[in-house]
């Protein structure tokens, strides 16, 4: 949800190459719009309308002068994706630019009253009443740094700001709240940006700032101050990503890139299991789970409620994060309260958060390090997929289903649910070894217009999570069912030739989900089954098939069965022509509410 960067050069070098660099890397968070600006002499902007490639194209970035800069990518919340709504923000002047992260809640008042005072506004953003403010302030006398303070006083919302001014030229000041922000410190300079991706490949030693610190970067030193102006000593961290990490490594996407990455984001989170036994040895004395996730890291949640109370006989139960504020007077202290994030900044599920600190022990399982939930929880779980840059979660997903099912395995000391997890990373290759028959069933499936998905108990999650990223990456719509509950409504929407996908791993639930499949078939579906490669039953009742070999039983299935229902996602994308990377109207890292 926009991505911002700052940067100043200790060298009088071009700034302008590396913040295009930089923001490229960020592409992810937004995709509306992207915008430079540098000081000299004066403040230099070029911003417009459409992604970073087409936008060099026009505009050529890379070419301002000056050694200081910052720069944005858009995903619009105030106001249509067009030139003027474009960051960096100015003041009429253009003495100030900001770029900024969030939303500003009450900037229709300031606005009003900047109007009153006589400020000239031009586009429809609540960001531009940022550079009015601190020009406003400079205008009486103030610093850079100190106008910045007197505007965090006022606005209300959610921010990640960067602010440059032609009156301090040798000076970014930044800042935060409910969004994030990291200050890089590099060999040839300092920086500032949203997430780490965005500058892994000149700093790898980062400080996190607190709510509404105040950051100083000048081409010698990084400075930051709390909000009584008192210089704070910030602890430095060293991440442990490296730059050809987010990079697509030879991959045409990186979604397909991250697939394939699969069982090595396995591999790694399992490593964690030191550290969860600690976590649970420590919360003994809980009768109650509650998870709290969005989109994709819901689903998780869910396979995670099936775990625990089937293998811990531990009441559990799943609220999405933009729903939590209803559920949360039954929380008490003997609930653990997990939270699922990739990113760590998802704005709901840190509203949620908030409130379960009120009463309950929080653990966050998070992919990001650093960032808001590992701040904010008691107890945190690295998952340890490296960074993904696809919009639509893969590795990252299973590498929280990992991270639970080995939570679930060790709280209830389930050491056979523990080794057959052991094995996963090897089934995975298995499976992405062939995935020939997919890639023809997405050009049979391309011009669908519906998708339907079903599945029972541990298969459940897995249909809802297919089906959330056909949608999200094909905009083909799709819809995960119980399959049990089909023919409580959703069987009147089967007819000739819809496609039905049915998740149907060998277990206990194989039969009934078998009589469902008739059930689809008989009203003219045509069904896309899942299953065992020795499953003659599935292969000779469905239309087409996806083999699994070797065998992998229903509950193990949740981290295996996924696997082809993101690879046919993404190859339908690319038969309708679509950039899987960046489907439209999301973003990577959803910081408003
Ligand atoms: C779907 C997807 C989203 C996220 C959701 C939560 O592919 O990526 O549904 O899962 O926005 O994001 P995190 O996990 O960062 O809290």
């Known amino acids: 949800m926009c991505g911002i960067v700052g940067c100043i050069l200790k060298d009088n070098k071009k700034v302008a190459p590396i913040l295009l660099n930089c923001i490229s890397k960020l592409e992810y968070r937004g995709y509306d719009s992207v915008g430079i600006a540098t000081i000299d002499d004066k403040i230099n902007i070029k911003k417009d309308k459409g992604e970073i490639n087409q936008v060099n194209k026009k505009l050529n970035l890379a070419d301002m002068e000056g050694n200081l800069g910052i720069a944005h990518v858009r995903w619009a919340t105030h106001g249509d994706p067009n030139k003027t709504n474009s960051h960096p923000q100015f003041d009429e002047n253009k003495t100030v630019a900001v770029v900024h992260n969030g939303i500003i809640e009450n900037y229709l008042d300031i606005k009003t009253q900047l109007e009153k005072e006589g400020h000239k506004f031009i586009s429809q953003t609540d960001t531009e009443v940022i550079p009015h403010l601190i020009e406003k302030y400079m205008d009486k006398g103030l610093d850079l740094e100190d106008s910045l303070r007197e505007t965090i006083n006022i606005i209300e919302g959610s921010y990640a700001i960067a602010a440059i001014s032609v009156?301090?030229?040798?000076?970014?000041?930044?800042?935060?709240?409910?969004?994030?922000?990291?200050?890089?410190?590099?060999?040839?300079?300092?920086?500032?940006?949203?997430?780490?991706?965005?500058?892994?490949?000149?700093?790898?030693?980062?400080?996190?700032?607190?709510?509404?610190?105040?950051?100083?970067l000048n081409s010698s030193e990084i400075i930051i101050k709390d909000k009584n102006d008192n210089i704070i000593d910030k602890e430095i961290q060293t991440l442990d990503w490296t730059p050809e990490m987010a990079e697509k490594e030879g991959y045409d996407y990186f979604m397909i890139k991250e697939i394939n990455e699969q069982s090595k984001a396995i591999q790694n989170t399992l490593t964690e299991k030191i550290n969860i036994k600690k976590i649970i040895d420590d919360i003994d004395d809980i009768n109650r789970i509650c998870f709290v996730a969005c989109g994709t890291s819901y689903h998780a949640s869910l396979t995670g409620k099936y775990l625990i109370e089937s293998f811990a006989g531990i009441s559990t139960d799943v609220i999405l994060a933009s729903e939590f504020k209803y559920f949360a007077n039954t929380l008490d202290d003997k609930t653990l309260v997990i939270f699922i994030s990739q990113s760590g900044e998802t704005a709901d599920t840190l509203k949620a958060l908030d409130k379960a600190n009120e009463t309950s022990k929080t653990l966050g399982i998070v992919n990001v390090a650093g960032s808001a939930v590992t701040r904010k929880a008691d107890y945190v779980i690295h998952t340890q997929a490296g960074p993904e840059i696809g919009v639509a979660a893969t590795k990252t997903y299973l590498s929280q289903l990992t991270a639970i099912y080995i939570f679930a395995g060790l709280l209830s000391s389930n050491n056979s649910l523990l080794e057959k997890i052991d094995r996963v990373p090897e089934f995975i290759d298995e499976v992405l070894l062939d995935v020939n028959s997919i890639i023809e069933m997405s050009k049979k499936y391309k011009f669908v217009n519906d998708f339907f998905f079903i599945g029972r108990g541990y298969s459940y999650p897995i249909a809802l999570e297919g089906a959330l990223k056909l949608k999200e990456i094909t905009y083909i719509h799709g819809e995960g069912y119980a399959a049990g509950e089909l023919k409580h409504g959703p069987l009147a929407l089967i007819d000739e030739g819809i496609p039905v996908v049915v998740i149907n791993p060998p277990g206990d639930d194989h039969k009934k989900t078998m009589n469902n499949l008739k059930e689809v078939k008989a009203r003219g579906a045509d069904v896309l089954a899942v299953g065992s490669s020795s499953d003659k039953m599935l292969i000779e009742e469905a239309d087409d098939v996806f083999t699994i070999n070797p065998e992998v039983d229903q509950v193990i299935a949740p981290l295996v069965y996924i696997i082809p229902l993101q690879i046919l996602a993404y190859y339908v994308a690319i038969e309708r022509g679509l950039n899987p990377d960046k489907p439209k109207n999301l973003a990577k890292c959803v910081t408003v509410e």
């Open 167 to 216: 009156n301090e030229p040798d000076k970014i000041v930044a800042t935060r709240k409910d969004s994030p922000l990291i200050v890089g410190i590099g060999d040839n300079g300092y920086y500032v940006a949203s997430d780490s991706p965005a500058i892994l490949e000149y700093a790898n030693n980062i400080i996190y700032p607190d709510e509404n610190e105040l950051v100083i």
